[in-house]
């Protein structure tokens, strides 16, 4: 049975150029970067070429660039030490965030009594930028946190905006730029961000890799402490091949941006139009223009078929996600949908489909013809 892997904003398949090079790092460059004989000094020069091959991908400089175990990571670092080192006394962030933001927000406001304001999000997904700047009028030292691309639903958000809007605030902002980074130009020199994070795994490298970009002087202090490395503020061992093949994986990525995003976005308006021809009545969850590799959609099918969807499609061998998780045969809908759509679309079946350039249309005719026999 063919497979058919339609859930890359979950992770990724990993390219086998960056496979390559983490089994080369892995079985030649075993030294640890913090020793000061031959083979560490090859390692920390691996570890450095490596950081400024990330930083020139995204116009940052390589000091800019600090290696974390993955995105939720790095999100908590910054958002805990925002708090803790930096004294921001207010979180704005938004109900769709990843809950690598929700959460820590949450604990954030529990140990320390700082306030969280949710921005309100348009019912297309969207962040509404009117009550952001409302809600900026409050002097309060503000941290905003507000994600790139949404991973559920793909809306985008203007990043150049809305860092224009948080500096005539005084406002620190952070991105949660996970789902875009190897997928979309983003210069670091002209966007007014002080924090974004990045996870290997979502853009074809290694899962348990990410980093964060913390602008220059900002007065970050550690999550961890216990070693030097990462000057100081990231202790613990590098994991060499993981670094080694994610920025392997980003500089493909970004080499092939544009042919990819092509590609990719020809995939995504060739379900779109699939599904207006098989499933007229289907409606698109989020804005029609969102990131060209998520299409989140309510199916017209009735709500008992909402609970075995992914199982059918699953025993076919296509993987998708929902817009619901299941939890112990009960629905809880996704946080995401919940905040957009109305009970009654809440209830009714609603599929994540995400691509990469390793997806042809011969898989969404694959898809189309399993949902045809639900
Ligand atoms: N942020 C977003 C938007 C994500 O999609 C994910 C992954 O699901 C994460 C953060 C977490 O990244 P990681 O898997 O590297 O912890």
Request: glycine share 6%; charged share 25%; aromatic share 6%.
């Amino acid at each position: 049975m063919k497979k058919v892997y339609l859930d890359n904003a979950s992770t990724t398949a990993i390219r086998a150029e960056v496979v390559q090079e983490m089994t080369k790092v892995l079985t030649e460059d075993y030294g640890n970067p913090s020793s000061t004989h031959s083979l560490g000094r090859a390692a920390k020069s691996i570890l450095e070429l490596s950081r400024k091959s990330i930083a020139k991908n995204l116009n940052a400089t390589a000091q800019e660039i600090i290696f974390t175990s993955c995105g939720t990571e790095a999100n908590n670092w910054i958002l805990r030490s925002a708090v803790k080192d930096l004294k921001v006394e207010r979180i704005i962030t938004s109900k769709i965030e990843h809950h690598a933001v929700l959460y820590t927000a949450l604990v954030l406001e529990k140990e320390y009594g700082i306030q969280i304001d949710y921005v309100a999000v348009k019912p297309n997904g969207e962040i509404d930028i009117t009550d952001l700047v409302e809600l900026l009028s409050q002097q309060k030292k503000t941290l905003v946190s507000l994600m790139h691309v949404n991973n559920e639903i793909g809306t985008v958000l203007d990043l150049e905006r809305i860092g224009r809007i948080c500096q005539e605030h005084n406002a620190l902002f952070h991105s949660d730029t996970v789902q875009s980074i190897g997928k979309t130009i983003i210069d670091l020199q002209k966007l007014p961000v002080d924090f974004i994070v990045a996870s290997a795994h979502k853009f074809h490298g290694p899962k348990g890799s990410g980093f964060a970009f913390i602008r220059k002087n900002s007065g970050l202090q550690p999550l961890f402490f216990g070693g030097e490395q990462e000057k100081g503020l990231r202790a613990g061992t590098e994991a060499l091949h993981q670094i080694a093949g994610m920025a392997k994986a980003l500089e493909i990525s970004q080499h092939n941006l544009e042919a990819e995003r092509n590609y990719i976005s020809e995939l995504k308006n060739y379900l779109i139009t699939k599904l207006e021809i098989e499933f007229p009545a289907f409606e698109i969850n989020g804005s029609k223009d969102g990131f060209y590799t998520v299409l989140n959609f309510i199916l017209p099918f009735s709500e008992d078929k909402t609970a075995m969807i992914l199982f059918h499609l699953d025993m076919k061998g296509i993987a998708v996600s929902r817009g619901s998780a299941c939890q112990s045969g009960s629905i809880k809908p996704s946080h995401v949908l919940a905040e957009m759509l109305s009970n009654d679309d809440l209830k009714k079946p609603s599929l994540r489909v995400s691509f990469s350039h390793y997806n042809t249309k011969e898989d969404i005719d694959i898809l189309i013809n399993a949902l045809k026999t639900i």
